[in-house]
């Protein structure tokens, strides 16, 4: 099952001092139930909470990423921290929305 992470994904994780291996733990947690809540207005993008080193998931972090309809494609999109703030910002809305369109786009 490939999974593709994109820059904003990493260097959220890196804020949150996740390393390798946590980013893998929580891509396979990801990956074996894909039904995390569609953020809305990102096109199918859906929203994850994990777990931060020493914190719980209520002061963790969360990861956006985009499964690829008809394929076992997984894009994780950005990462940050909750205590940083509670949504995505406009600009994030649209490097993520402008990354889904060429994702969608015919023969990707």
């Given amino acids: 099952m490939p999974i593709f992470r994109l820059m904003p994904y990493l260097r959220g994780m890196r804020d949150m001092g996740i390393d390798e291996a946590g980013m893998a733990d929580i891509e396979a947690e990801i990956v074996a139930n894909p039904t995390h809540p569609m953020v809305r207005g990102l096109k199918g993008a859906r929203k994850a909470r994990v777990q931060r080193p020493g914190m719980g998931k209520q002061g963790g972090g969360r990861v956006v990423y985009y499964v690829a309809i008809g394929t076992d ?35 990707s």
Avoid at 73 to 79: G, Q, T
Avoid at 94 to 107: D, F, N, Q, W
Wanted: glycine share 2%.
């Fill in 73 to 107: 494609r997984f894009y994780m999109m950005a990462a940050y921290s909750k205590s940083e703030r509670d949504d995505l910002s406009t600009d994030q809305r649209r490097r993520i929305l402008a990354a889904l369109e060429s994702i969608k786009k015919p023969g």
